[in-house]
């Protein structure tokens, strides 16, 4: 094969909308976006290597990905999401446990919660690298591959043309499954590795929580961490707003007040962002303002992994009148 790792993989812009249809070359498709890592497989007879986004080596941590590869019939080069599903869902914090895993971790892991390679791109084959193919044609190929050629752990991402369906994609049950949102590729278009041309649209709902700290001052907070109690009565983080606007800042502000030597985060570090070891310079306040915030379906044990946006303060409901969040397990 032409193509060799490491290979930086075409990505996506975010947007807040699906685009009009003459975004991108020669008309739309949509394929689903998938929570997982992404992943380019390099494989043919005899010999695998799954490269990480950022190039790095993902081979032994997912031995079942490795071994299909290896028993594949002629070269392949596929883009993907690597997934692991547990109850009905995609379950991004088992893929972060098996993703550290190796040796017989790894192989014990593979048998009791495996992996799947969502494919949505092939980019070389014996033919040829396929780059400068137009999407529609790299598409048809991939069909044909998995009519044919390619099996479990592989899985087809699921594409359409049709908006009115990729608009349903981004309903937030869809979310609940592990379905973050939409990626949106011109039907014309080349694969451009590490270049931002393709689109992505997140799927989002609403959510009511408390304001139980705050970055900045608390008079005009520069952003709201805000938690949810549990059935035990502990109230537990579940997010981080997004840098809140002027207005927002005095609405909020305007509500909050200090928290005492009591309060449940006094002494408690949050990450600033996630995968970084940074810690936030953060303030809690007294914890009896409800706001309400819409985030995307990046949902791990009721925390949210990105940033949320707040909408606006909910002062027809106090924290006791929010459903309590479920038994599940928290990292302290």
């Not at 007040?257 to 949050?270: D, I, K, L, M, S």
Request: net charge neutral; with cysteine; glycine share 10%.
């Amino acid at each position: 094969m032409a193509l060799i790792p490491p290979l930086q993989p075409m990505l996506a812009e975010a947007r807040a909308e699906l685009p009009p249809e003459r975004a991108l070359p020669g008309g739309l498709a949509y394929e689903q976006k998938p929570d997982g890592y992404r992943a380019v497989l390099f494989a043919g007879p005899g010999h695998a290597h799954l490269q990480s986004r950022n190039g790095a080596d993902l081979s032994g941590a997912f031995p079942e990905i490795s071994v299909a590869g290896r028993a594949l019939r002629e070269p392949l080069v596929l883009d993907g999401e690597l997934v692991v599903a547990t109850e009905g869902r995609l379950d991004f914090g088992q893929l972060q446990q098996r993703a550290r895993r190796r040796g017989a971790g790894a192989r014990q892991a593979a048998r009791t919660t495996p992996a799947h390679l969502i494919v949505f791109d092939v980019l070389d084959t014996s033919d040829g690298p396929l780059l400068d193919e137009p999407y529609q044609v790299r598409r048809a190929l991939l069909e044909e591959l998995f009519a044919h050629v390619l099996a479990a752990p592989f899985v087809l991402c699921p594409a359409t043309t049709d908006r009115a369906r990729a608009e349903d994609w981004l309903d937030p049950a869809w979310g609940a499954a592990g379905i973050e949102g939409v990626v949106v590729k011109g039907l014309s278009q080349k694969y451009q590795p590490a270049r931002r041309g393709w689109i992505k649209v997140r799927a989002r709902a609403s959510a009511e929580a408390v304001v139980a700290s705050v970055t900045g001052r608390v008079a005009a907070p520069s952003t709201l961490l805000l938690g949810r109690y549990d059935e035990a009565g502990r109230l537990r983080f579940i997010a981080r707003t997004a840098p809140l606007s002027a207005a927002a800042r005095r609405e909020v502000g305007g509500l909050l007040y200090p928290g005492g030597a009591e309060h449940p985060w006094q002494h408690r570090r949050f990450s600033a962002g996630w995968g970084t070891r940074e810690t936030l310079d953060h303030r809690p306040v007294v914890p009896d303002v409800v706001v309400e915030f819409v985030g995307d379906s990046a949902v791990d044990e009721g925390r949210y992994r990105h940033p949320v946006r707040y909408l606006r303060v909910r002062d027809d409901i106090g924290p006791e009148q929010l459903p309590p969040l479920g038994a599940v397990r928290w990292v302290v």
